[in-house]
Each structure stands twice: as structure tokens, then as C-alpha cells.
Antibody, heavy 125, light 108 residues
């Protein structure tokens, strides 16, 4: 079945970087974009960016421009999200999610159909 | 950037009651790019509705979505115990995604 398995929890100091991985299985990795979304405790969902695993093209939310980098290794069907210059406000659960995009009768649809279980990143001195 | 505002913030209802959740966009959104998710504590979001009104595979027909332009609605016709959760709307446009702030449906 389609699965996204994320790496384990991380504890980082302010100013450090964190790299979270997302292992895809059960489908052709290069056929579906991957998005990253985070959620601080008790808060809503916050979109960070996307990546096309086939081309390596990426796009980032303006809030994270310059601090976030999404990459992939197609040979091992892995996606990565690296966030730098960490601060306490970056403490959150980070999710990867698969994008489904398809068209029916000239109407395009776009949604995140499968999510990883999340990786908790704690930033604390 | 399109801002999605969900209301109410919390909905207190009893099992068997009807839930109506609103998602309002700061500017017009393509209906085909309006999505709803459900999230329970400690879990990842679960994909419910896409294209504003099309149920994902395996989603019960008590869940329905409607709307267009700037106003969208998720309706749960008769709440089951497993439906008490937080619901988020999301839109996609110009290679950007935004989520609403969520509506918590709690047991009254």
C-alpha cells in the first residue's frame, strides 16, 4: 500500500539545522509531488513547500524562503526537508504528504491524499 | 496569498446531530482546488473531500461538501462518535497551498 515513513524525532539547539526524511513506498515515487506541512502544538496546519521528485523542481512558502530546502534521492525514493537557523517557534510536527493531481473533463484536481505520521522537531537551548 | 477563514472555531454538538462548517476565502478560489481534511489528536490529517464536493475513496456519504467562489461548506449529516475531530479546508493556486485555521467539532 502507499506509505510515507518519516524519520524519528529530533531535538535541536537554536541556530542549528534539521533534516527530516520521508521514505515513499507502494507507488512510483517520481510520478507524484511531495509537499511538506508543519503543525505547532495546538495550532493549525502550515504549508512549507513542494517538490517534484522527477525534475527536482521546488517551491516554497514565502515565510520559509531562504531557510527551507526540499530535496530528494530517487534511487531510494526518499524526500528530505531541511530547515536552517532554527528558533523556538520552529518547534512543531513536520509532515510530508503526497500530492495527487489529475484532470477530468478539463477540470484539474489537486489534493494531498497520503500523509506521513509526522516528525516532531523540538528547538530548545 | 489567499487566506482561508474557517468558522466557527469550535462546534459543540451531540452524536446524531448535523454539523455545518464554513470556509471563506479572501478571494475567489477554484472549486476544483478546494479540499477538506479531518485530523484527530496525535494523528496526521486524513483526506476527506476534494474538488469542493467530491468524496475521497472510503469516506462515508454523511460527509458532503459544497460551495464556490469564496464560500465553501463541509456538512456532516449525522455525527458519529468517530467524527469528533478538527477539520481543515485547504486551497491550491499558483503553486501555493494555504490551509484554514480549522474547526473543532467536539462532543456537547
Amino acid at each position: 500500500q502507499v506509505q510515507l515513513v518519516q524519520s524519528g524525532a529530533e531535538v535541536k539547539k537554536p541556530g542549528a539545522s534539521v533534516k527530516v526524511s520521508c521514505k515513499a513506498s507502494g507507488y512510483t515515487f517520481t510520478n507524484y509531488d511531495i509537499n511538506w506541512v508543519r503543525q505547532a502544538t495546538g495550532q493549525g496546519l502550515e504549508w512549507m513547500g513542494w517538490m517534484n521528485p522527477n525534475s527536482g523542481d521546488t517551491g516554497y512558502a514565502q515565510k520559509f524562503q531562504g531557510r527551507v530546502t526540499i530535496t530528494r534521492n530517487t534511487s531510494i525514493t526518499m524526500a528530505y526537508m531541511e530547515l536552517s537557523s532554527l528558533r523556538s517557534e520552529d518547534t512543531a510536527v513536520y509532515y510530508c504528504a503526497r500530492v495527487v493531481r489529475w484532470a477530468l473533463a478539463s477540470t484539474d484536481y489537486y489534493y494531498l491524499d497520503v500523509w506521513g505520521k509526522g516528525t516532531t522537531v523540538t528547538v530548545s537551548s | 496569498e489567499i487566506v482561508l477563514t474557517q468558522s466557527p472555531g469550535t462546534l459543540s454538538l451531540s452524536p446524531g446531530e448535523r454539523a455545518t462548517l464554513s470556509c471563506r476565502a479572501s478571494q475567489s478560489v477554484s472549486s476544483s482546488y478546494l479540499v477538506w481534511y479531518q485530523q484527530k489528536p496525535g494523528q496526521a490529517p486524513r483526506f476527506l473531500i476534494y474538488g469542493a464536493s467530491r468524496r475521497a475513496i472510503g469516506i462515508p456519504d454523511r460527509f458532503s461538501g459544497s460551495g464556490s467562489g469564496t464560500d465553501f461548506t463541509l456538512t456532516i449529516s449525522r455525527l458519529e462518535p468517530e467524527d469528533f475531530a478538527v477539520y481543515y479546508c485547504q486551497q491550491y493556486g499558483s503553486s501555493l497551498l494555504t490551509f484554514g485555521g480549522g474547526t473543532k467539532v467536539e462532543i456537547k
